[in-house]
């Protein structure tokens, strides 16, 4: 277990940008790292996800609007926003998972094995 803590969430209107932060305490040192999110009465969804090499993936809700990245340590991940929308409205949740594979890019929750609290994003229209 890694002990994760995400900030950065808010209110915005639609259209605004917002930039979530998400640092492994301890600057423990991870192969895969992603966002996750979900709104109040749905499943949670994953978001983007990047592994220790560089590669990302994105749901396609969010693709072209969002990009995920990361400080050279591999310690802290980012998740900027831009071009927001109400539909976008959740709780974000940062995970690291042991797989710097095809198995961190999918976005399946299972593959993750350390979570943070969540950080709330609210996008007004």
């Known amino acids: 277990q890694v002990p994760l803590v995400e900030s950065g969430g808010g209110s915005v209107q639609a259209g605004g940008s917002l930039r979530l932060s998400c640092a492994a305490s301890g600057g423990v040192y991870t192969y895969c790292m992603a966002w996750f999110r979900q709104a109040p009465g749905k499943e949670r969804e994953g978001v983007a996800a990047i592994t220790i090499n560089g590669g990302t993936s994105y749901a396609d809700s969010v693709k072209g609007r969002f990009t995920i990245s990361q400080d050279n340590a591999k310690t802290t991940l980012y998740l900027e926003m831009n071009s927001l929308k109400p539909e976008d409205t959740a709780m974000y949740y940062c995970?690291?998972?042991?797989?710097?594979?095809?198995?961190?890019?999918?976005?399946?929750?299972?593959?993750?094995?350390?979570w943070g609290q969540g950080t709330q994003v609210t996008v007004s229209s």
């Open positions: 995970a690291t998972g042991p797989y710097s594979d095809y198995r961190c890019l999918s976005l399946i929750g299972h593959r993750y094995t350390s």
